[in-house]
């Protein structure tokens, strides 16, 4: 009885890491939704992509090139934000623009065949097979709150927070205060009136793709220093959860996105360490059934004007 503690807060860490990738990816999701309505079956892609660029500025700089290591990790993550920034205006200009006023159905068909292009597109060019990736940042804190079993937190596990917060931080201050935010605000409330008072819609919404496209890459990289290996699969079932996370917290919101990518982060971690881990899937979306049966709307309701 006494390990119980020390394994939840195992867990509970475990999940919150997890979670923080989720929130990352699920951000894209739910700015696309708040401002054009429609989603972005292409993005979990362009998370994989990030993580593919990331280990190729690693190949490109070398491990024993003499950088420290959190210089070098800063160049992944700025190299990766910027590749697949690009790729995300281009998913914008070739699936969503061209099909803006068509009927819904059109645009999700187009994201779909983007995604499929995509995972394919890295499959031909890296191979289908797994790569690993060098651990640049190992060690683990560790402590004890009683009995035998050890509490590790690892020092990659750790990043992935720190830096998602940061992020979190940083966006809600750059929609809340800049000029482009206030723009993205109108958007989601009302593009027609938005368009008649001089915004550039469409420069908002290729920027909305964008941003989504640059955070998500900071995720892919996150996470593939984290677990040391990537293929080109990794984006589907990834982004799936972080749609999930973002339904969960109410797609649309900025903070639901958070709150949700968390909630899943800590639900799937824990069902699969009491549980089992064949069910961490059902379990969570399980819960994402159970939330919208009792609040379609996701768990912070409709979004407001300042929430997106």
């Known amino acids: 009885m006494s390990d119980l503690l020390p394994q939840l807060v195992q867990q509970l860490f475990n999940g919150l890491s997890l979670g923080a990738i989720y929130a990352l990816i699920a951000?894209?999701?739910?700015?696309?939704?708040?401002?054009?309505?429609?989603?972005?079956?292409?993005?979990?892609?362009?998370?994989?992509?990030?993580?593919?660029?990331?280990?190729?500025?690693?190949?490109?700089?070398?491990?024993?090139?003499?950088?420290?290591?959190?210089?070098?990790?800063?160049?992944?993550?700025?190299?990766?934000?910027?590749?697949?920034?690009?790729?995300?205006?281009?998913?914008?200009q070739l699936a969503y623009k061209p099909l803006r006023g068509s009927p819904r159905l059109i645009p999700l068909i187009s994201a779909i065949g983007m995604s499929i292009f995509l995972q394919n597109w890295v499959a031909l060019g890296q191979g289908a097979r797994d790569m690993a990736v060098p651990a640049l940042v190992p060690g683990a804190f560790s402590f004890r709150l009683g009995g035998d079993f050890e509490v590790f937190v690892p020092y990659a596990r750790v990043l992935v927070i720190v830096v998602t917060v940061a992020l979190m931080a940083a966006l809600t201050l750059y929609i809340r205060h800049s000029r482009m935010g206030r723009a993205s605000r109108a958007c989601s409330q009302d593009m027609h009136m938005a368009n008649l008072l001089g915004i550039d819609t469409n420069r908002v919404i290729s920027f909305t793709f964008v941003l989504g496209a640059m955070l998500a890459a900071v995720g892919g990289v996150l996470?593939?220093?984290?677990?040391?290996?990537?293929?080109?699969f990794i984006g589907f079932i990834a982004g799936i959860k972080a749609f999930t996370a973002a339904v969960l917290g109410g797609i649309g919101s900025i903070p639901g996105a958070m709150l949700g990518?968390?909630?899943?982060?800590?639900?799937?971690?824990?069902?699969?360490?009491?549980?089992?881990?064949?069910?961490?899937?059902?379990?969570?979306?399980?819960?994402?059934?159970?939330?919208?049966?009792?609040?379609?709307?996701?768990?912070?309701?409709?979004?407001?004007?300042?929430?997106v």
């Open 261 to 307: 990518g968390v909630i899943l982060g800590v639900a799937e971690t824990l069902a699969a360490a009491y549980i089992s881990s064949e069910y961490k899937d059902i379990v969570a979306f399980t819960l994402l059934v159970l939330i919208l049966l009792v609040r379609p709307t996701g768990l912070l309701g409709k979004p407001e004007v300042e929430k």
């Open 27 to 92: 951000i894209g999701y739910t700015m696309v939704y708040g401002i054009i309505g429609m989603i972005n079956f292409a993005h979990g892609e362009i998370y994989m992509i990030g993580a593919y660029v990331g280990l190729v500025t690693l190949s490109a700089i070398g491990v024993q090139g003499g950088l420290p290591i959190g210089i070098v990790v800063l160049l992944m993550l700025l190299v990766a934000a910027l590749v697949t920034g690009f790729y995300g205006y281009a998913v914008d």
């Open 223 to 232: 996470i593939a220093l984290a677990v040391g290996k990537l293929n080109p």
